[in-house]
């Protein structure tokens, strides 16, 4: 089992910055994916960003790419979102989720059997 905690969500305006940050505990395996996914009301699940836990290979969602950057401290179990330029449409629900997938296949939900709760992230205009 694999628990995840996200936090670092909030208000902030148009072209403003946010860190997001989820703490990952229980049995983290060397080749799992933590992927960064978000909702928007009445729209699916979009996947933003993912990186894997042993060498930090990243895959980015090419609509954000350029704008957010994941990372992860392995010390710390932890998964960073630095999200940069934020526009209005980037206000959505944020998830960190865990997996085990590889290039364009962890681009789906259905790759990642754990997810914590979801920050909200709104941007004002």
């Known amino acids: 089992q694999v628990q995840l905690v996200e936090s670092g969500g909030g208000l902030v305006q148009a072209g403003g910055s946010l860190r997001l940050s989820c703490a990952a505990s229980?049995?983290?395996?060397?080749?799992?994916?933590m992927g960064w996914f978000r909702q928007a009301p009445g729209k699916e699940r979009e996947f933003v960003a993912a990186?894997?836990?042993?060498?930090?290979?990243?895959y980015y969602s090419d609509s954000m790419k350029g704008r957010f950057t994941i990372s992860r401290d392995n010390a710390k179990n932890t998964v960073y979102l630095q999200m940069n330029s934020l526009k209005p449409e980037d206000t959505a629900v944020y998830y960190c989720?865990?997996?085990?997938?590889?290039?364009?296949?962890?681009?789906?939900?259905?790759?990642?059997?754990?997810w914590g709760q979801g920050t909200q992230v709104t941007v004002s205009s």
């Open positions: 990186i894997t836990w042993s060498v930090g290979g990243t």
């Open positions: 989720a865990a997996g085990f997938c590889s290039g364009y296949g962890c681009h789906g939900p259905n790759a990642y059997g754990y």
């Open positions: 229980g049995r983290i395996f060397s080749s799992v994916v």
